[in-house]
């Protein structure tokens, strides 16, 4: 039986995997600087699901847990707290990746929670673990007064897009982000 509940601070290692797992390994090379490679992403990660400061805590985190293993997991927060959020990103991507993403492009607004990230191990795919942490997602955006629940996705994913569309989401635009060209989606949910 999957349950799925908040995270707590022992996960972030699973957590930072899993989220890397849905920022793909290009994405995730994309944020390093000359010489770092995903052992050092994956520290940075790690560090940052730790905090609770950073829009990767995991106080902003809930996971589908099999008994005592961690196998997927789902990132949101208020999209109109980006800017204080990533502040902790800006600062550990220039210690630990040698990198300054103080320019980095705004991938939320006011008024929605953003989903930032979505993943389950592979081999707990298509059990309907992923449909479930979307669930309890829009019901924190509603139990928080904000009434979209929006994401990006890569368009080179459409199990992803087919995913979102099922769950109620649709199509805004078209958003760069992370080296990639993304998808824009939103639900509402109240």
Not at 85 to 91: G, P, S, V, Y
Not at 107 to 124: H, I, M, N, R
Not at 136 to 149: H, M
Request: aromatic residues 8%; contains cysteine.
């Amino acid at each position: 039986m999957i349950n799925i509940q908040e995270a707590t601070r022992e996960q972030s290692a699973d957590i930072a995997q899993l989220i890397m797992m849905a920022m793909t390994d290009d994405c995730c090379l994309y944020f390093c600087g000359v010489g770092y490679g995903l052992e050092d992403f994956r520290r940075m990660m790690t560090m940052l699901v730790r905090r609770e400061d950073s829009q990767y805590s995991y106080k902003n985190t809930l996971v589908a847990m099999d008994g005592d293993k961690v196998v997927g997991m789902a990132v949101s927060y208020d999209g109109g707290r980006l800017h204080e959020l990533r502040r902790a990103f800006i600062e550990a991507a220039k210690e630990y990746l040698g990198e300054d993403h103080s320019g980095l492009d705004d991938e939320t607004q006011e008024g929605e929670l953003y989903l930032d990230s979505l993943a389950v191990l592979p081999e707990y795919r298509h059990q309907g673990i992923a449909r479930r942490l979307l669930d309890v997602t829009k019901e924190r955006a509603n139990q928080q007064g904000l009434p979209i629940v929006g994401l990006l996705v890569d368009k080179e994913n459409p199990a992803g897009e087919a995913l979102y569309f099922s769950a109620g989401f649709h199509y805004v635009n078209d958003t760069p982000w992370g080296g990639h060209s993304m998808k824009h989606f939103q639900a509402s949910v109240i």
